[in-house]
Structure formats: structure tokens, C-alpha cells
């Protein structure tokens, strides 16, 4: 897994359009060996934390490995709606899990034909991130003040919550649940 590693992985990218040999290019690593399986979910946020100094990074990011966000990410790519007004299509709801990866998946299909499919499938309007999911739930459960304290503060304290519930019962994460997510969502923008 990188833990961090966007620049390099696009500085290598860059060489690669430019024709410049990859095999000539050398690239500085450090590799953290994880001993402690039972303890990974822990110690690869506290790396990247410590790594990503030179960059903002928000609060946000260093939880998107837990299984709860991959297990909504994973829903979020399968599950589909009868679309609103006229269209025939059905369409997905796009859970960003990671920062930017709603554009990174559409900028990665270059058949013209398969990305105006992907934008009908998984509308810009339908997607959303972590640190929204935490404003619909909170809000739902009647928690303004904490959705007051701002967007990455709000996330802290709903992910804190979060991880307990999947770990006491990761079974009721699922989709029924993510329906729940949607409609929330849908009354929150309203």
C-alpha cells in the first residue's frame, strides 16, 4: 500500500508522457514493515499523518482505509436508483472515499462513449465525501451542534463513533443502509 506517494507516482506519470526512459528513473522509498496485522487499521494512518507534512492533508484523509468507508465505497459502486424526471437510466450514488478518486475514475476511461456512460451512471450531483456522509447522519440524529464545528471537526467525532459501531456490529452496514445514507443526503441538499 503507498502510504504516501502522489508526487512521485505523478512525477513518474509525467516522465512516462514525455517519452523520457522509466527504467533509467530512480526513486528514493521507505518501507514500513507492519509486524502487528491486528494493529495495521492503527499504525498506517499514524505513518501517513507523520509523512505528509509538507502538504495539507485533512483529518478526513487518514481514515479512509477503515472497513466501514470501504465497505460503503464498495455499495456505493453496485447499488442503483431509479433515476428522478424522465431519464430510463438508472443511476449510482458516488461515495468518495478517497480524495479526488470520483475524478481519477472518470479521467482513467479514455473511450469517449465509456466515460459519457460513466456520467450517466454515476452523476457529478450524486457524488459525495466522507466528511458530508457525517453532516447527513448527524444531522439526522439531531446533532447540529456538531455539524456546526465545521466540516473536519464534524468528521472526527462521527468516524470516532463510527469505527465502534462496525467494530460491535459491522453486519448492520449495509444496504439498507446506504439507502438510509441517500435519503438523508437527498433532505440534507434539499
Not at 430510463?88 to 462513449?113: L, V
Request: hydrophobic share 30%; net charge positive; glycine share 4%.
Amino acid at each position: 500500500q503507498i502510504v504516501n506517494g502522489g508526487q512521485t507516482t505523478s512525477s513518474i506519470y509525467y516522465a512516462f508522457k514525455k517519452n523520457i526512459p522509466i527504467a533509467k528513473i530512480k526513486v528514493q522509498m521507505k518501507l514500513s514493515v507492519i509486524e502487528m496485522q491486528e494493529k495495521i487499521e492503527q499504525i498506517i494512518p499514524e505513518i501517513s499523518r507523520c509523512a505528509n507534512t509538507q502538504n495539507k492533508v485533512d483529518s478526513a484523509d487518514f481514515s479512509s482505509n477503515h472497513k466501514f468507508h470501504t465497505t460503503i465505497e464498495k455499495i456505493s459502486r453496485r447499488r442503483s436508483y431509479k433515476p428522478q424526471g424522465q431519464s430510463y437510466t438508472n443511476t449510482k450514488w458516488f461515495y468518495e472515499r478517497t480524495r479526488g478518486s470520483y475524478n481519477d475514475t472518470r479521467n482513467k476511461i479514455m473511450d469517449r462513449q465509456k466515460r459519457k456512460s460513466f456520467d450517466a451512471e454515476f452523476p457529478k450531483k450524486q457524488m459525495f465525501v466522507k466528511t458530508d456522509l457525517a453532516a447527513y447522519v448527524n444531522s439526522w440524529d439531531k446533532k447540529p451542534f456538531l455539524v456546526s464545528l465545521g466540516p473536519q471537526k464534524n468528521f472526527l467525532i462521527f468516524n470516532e463513533q463510527i469505527q465502534k459501531d462496525f467494530k460491535d456490529n459491522p453486519d448492520q452496514f449495509d444496504d439498507y443502509y446506504f439507502d438510509l445514507i441517500i435519503g438523508k443526503k437527498i433532505l440534507y441538499d434539499g
